[in-house]
């Protein structure tokens, strides 16, 4: 895949990549599988809770939390256990609650009913990046991500800060540069211990703690890394 960049509203491994549509209503089932089948998924669409625990494995599952069979957190938690499988949570705008223990359960992402298909799309190809790196772009050199005067060179693992390079563990660098990839978006607890410490996370919510304070430390004032109460963190720019 070596091609210049893809349209952000294109994603950029469309083709062999698995979408599971977990949504009981035929109509909007309808519209997100000709859209996903558009933009060259392989899609495969089930109804049920049931059915959605049944399918064949998917990179990403597409999952309605209201489904007539089954709680859609718990069934989020329950596919959340299949490691190579990105979740986007989809809820209906009214439903707050449920976006916050959607990203609590694990989700990767969310979309609020009503949502565009290109929103869709982007975000799809954003967890697929995120998720996959390595599928994703085998050969190409990351971009640096940044956020004010913050800027993560992901190939070099370095932090620069306004040119000063910071000085950071191995895991305060992860935990970073998640943020920064993340933002303006909050990153939910449970997924930071998931990426960053992997899945013996269990034990370490203080480590979690611990490292937050101390890259409060390393980055000063430039960038504001704020807690979300009861959902994560979030970067914000300077
Ligand atoms: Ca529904």
């Known amino acids: 895949m070596g091609g210049g960049r893809v349209s952000p509203t294109l994603p950029t491994m469309a083709s062999h990549m698995r979408i599971l549509v977990v949504e009981d209503d035929d109509r909007v089932a309808r519209g997100l599988v000709t859209a996903l089948r558009s933009a060259s998924f392989d899609v495969q669409r ?4 049931e059915r959605a ?4 494995p998917a990179d990403v599952v597409l999952l309605d939390l209201g489904l007539p069979d089954a709680d859609g957190i718990d069934l989020l938690r329950r ?3 299949r490691p190579q499988t990105a979740i986007i949570a989809v809820t209906a705008r009214s439903e707050e ?7 609590r359960a694990g989700a990767d992402d969310y979309v609020v009913k009503p949502f565009g298909v290109a929103e869709l799309l982007a975000r799809i190809d954003a967890v697929l990046r995120r998720t996959r790196p390595a599928r994703a772009e085998p050969e190409a050199e990351d971009p640096p991500l940044s956020v004010g005067d913050l800027v993560i060179d992901v190939n070099s693992r370095e932090a620069r800060l306004a040119d000063t390079a910071l000085q950071l563990t191995r895991k305060e660098f992860d935990l970073l540069r998640l ?3 993340r933002s303006p978006n909050v990153v939910a607890r449970d997924q ?10 269990e034990a370490s919510s203080r480590t979690l703690d611990t490292h937050i ?8 004032t430039a960038v504001q890394i704020r807690t979300v109460r009861g959902v994560g963190y979030v970067l914000d720019g300077g």
């Open 79 to 81: 596919l959340r256990r």
């Open 192 to 201: 930071i211990l998931d990426q960053v410490w992997g899945a013996a996370w």
């Open 53 to 56: 625990l049944t399918a064949a």
């Open 213 to 220: 304070a101390s890259l409060r430390n390393k980055v000063g």
């Open 46 to 49: 089930v109804a049920t809770a």
């Open 179 to 181: 943020l920064v990839a």
């Open 97 to 103: 609650r449920d976006r916050v223990r959607g990203l």
